[in-house]
């Protein structure tokens, strides 16, 4: 499993991560087994929302419960929560921040998260509000590093008037088909091609120069939430011979490929899973370090139905 050199307490992160978003129904057993299966792979990253339930810090109070973390265990996991969706509407307010941060400690059963990120962007946020919840989160040690999730260089500039910690995370979407992020640079000033509408202001280039690292949800969704890519041959039959032609050849599965596809990326972007199948977590960690070659990268970037000019 590759690990990523960001600055901060606490070990190198996986560039695999566990998302742990659908485990609120999930018997203690199948929860330790599904966090087993991404130990035993290498991961070490554990992703978590206060939203994700029902209800609220649902699924952190499961996995807390479930998962009894020994203090030498804890310090060897990198527990990651989000903050700032409050249906139907986003709430950055200092209020906010600090209790659901609260909220989500009991839930997990531990004293501090390695990583705090911000949903998804607040419109009437004041930065100056995030930076006093920001600052008193670290200083109270309840918070060891901080990011953000669908934010644009802007937005991520904006915080940056008022914040004074590194915001070393970005969440965003990002599968082969679903890569708006990477194929827009490919076509740029390609007049008439929808490719080449810039949609996120250059935030892969913003975020590389930045040294922020990219975490990519719902890896192999076809899109935005309408089912996955793999296996789907009436959509993607090129797409899916070629992954399973360079699975054979990688001795993974076209899960793993498709993992290998976002790891291979110089940007070291990691990959955040949504499965609660233990076979599948170890399936596509197993692409972490996958070496595609840039011809094989760009033959899948194109099966998967994007223009390289």
């Not at 994700?52 to 973390?69: I, M, T």
């Not at 060891?144 to 937005?155: D, E, K, W």
């Not at 899960?255 to 076979?279: S, Y």
Request: hydrophobic share 45%.
């Amino acid at each position: 499993m590759k690990t990523l050199a960001i600055p901060g307490a606490g070990p190198r992160p996986s560039n695999v991560v566990l998302g742990l978003m659908r485990i609120a129904e999930m018997t203690d057993e199948d929860i330790r087994t599904l966090y087993g299966a991404a130990r035993d792979a290498g991961i070490n990253v554990l992703d978590h929302a206060d939203i994700y339930g029902p209800p609220r810090h649902g699924c952190e109070a499961r996995f807390g419960q479930a998962v009894k973390l020994a203090a030498a265990e804890r310090e060897q996991v990198i527990i990651q929560s989000k903050v700032g969706i409050r249906h139907p509407f986003f709430d950055f307010s200092k209020e906010h921040i600090l209790t659901s941060v609260d909220e989500s400690l009991a839930a997990l059963n531990t004293d501090y998260l390695d990583v705090l990120l911000l949903h998804r962007p607040d419109t009437l946020m004041e930065p100056e509000e995030v930076a006093e919840a920001f600052d008193a989160l670290e200083a109270a040690g309840k918070v060891r590093a901080f990011g953000v999730s669908n934010h644009t260089p802007l937005q991520v500039e904006l915080l940056k008037t008022a914040v004074r910690q590194p915001l070393l995370y970005n969440q965003v979407q990002l599968s082969i088909t679903h890569s708006p992020l990477i194929a827009q640079g490919v076509a740029a000033n390609m007049a008439g091609q929808d490719q080449a509408i810039d949609r996120d202001n250059g935030l892969l280039e913003y975020s590389r120069i930045n040294k922020m690292t990219l975490q990519a949800w719902s890896p192999f969704q076809k899109g935005f939430f309408d089912g996955v890519f793999l296996g789907d041959r009436e959509h993607y039959a090129e797409l899916n011979d070629m992954l399973d032609d360079l699975a054979a050849k990688y001795d993974v599965t076209p899960t793993g490929i498709a993992v290998a596809w976002i790891t291979r990326h110089p940007a070291d972007m990691q990959v955040v899973l949504g499965t609660t199948n233990p076979t599948r977590v170890a399936e596509s960690a197993a692409g972490s370090e996958v070496p595609l070659t840039r011809e094989e990268w760009y033959k899948l970037f194109i099966a998967a139905g994007h223009l390289v000019p």
